[in-house]
Nanobody, 121 residues
């Protein structure tokens, strides 16, 4: 599976962006899909995931929404009420992951190239 993330950009605080992650290859329907992010000087952190259910980091709960369109093999991350601390490179990921480990980046085999989101204050 190959993943390509896009949709990042510069937005003012309080604004919205929608990230997309297009998959090619087989198996997508059966995979957990997730978004992670990495801010400058920080470790990569979990943002949101979807497999049967949706999972969110506390820092984005209520503001971000993950969704997927299996027919289009695409995962989305709708980001609302953006804050400067949301500034990061956002990565999409996919793999067969057990639910208890869905927030762990080391459990994902397939990664997109990352898309930069910059939120200005």
């Amino acid at each position: 599976v190959q993943l390509q993330a896009y949709g990042g950009g510069l937005v003012q605080a309080g604004g919205s962006l929608r990230l997309s992650c297009a998959a090619s290859g087989g198996g997508f329907v059966n995979y957990a899909v997730a978004w992670f992010r990495q801010a400058p000087g920080k470790e990569r952190e979990f943002v949101a995931a979807h497999k049967q259910y949706t999972y969110y980091a506390d820092s984005v709960k209520g503001r971000f929404t993950i969704s997927r369109d299996n027919a289009k093999k695409t995962v989305y991350l709708q980001m609302n009420s953006l804050k400067p601390e949301d500034t990061a490179v956002y990565y999409c990921a996919a793999s067969t992951v057990i639910l208890s480990a869905i927030r762990r980046s080391d459990m994902y085999h397939y990664w997109g190239q990352g898309t930069l989101v910059t939120v200005s204050s």
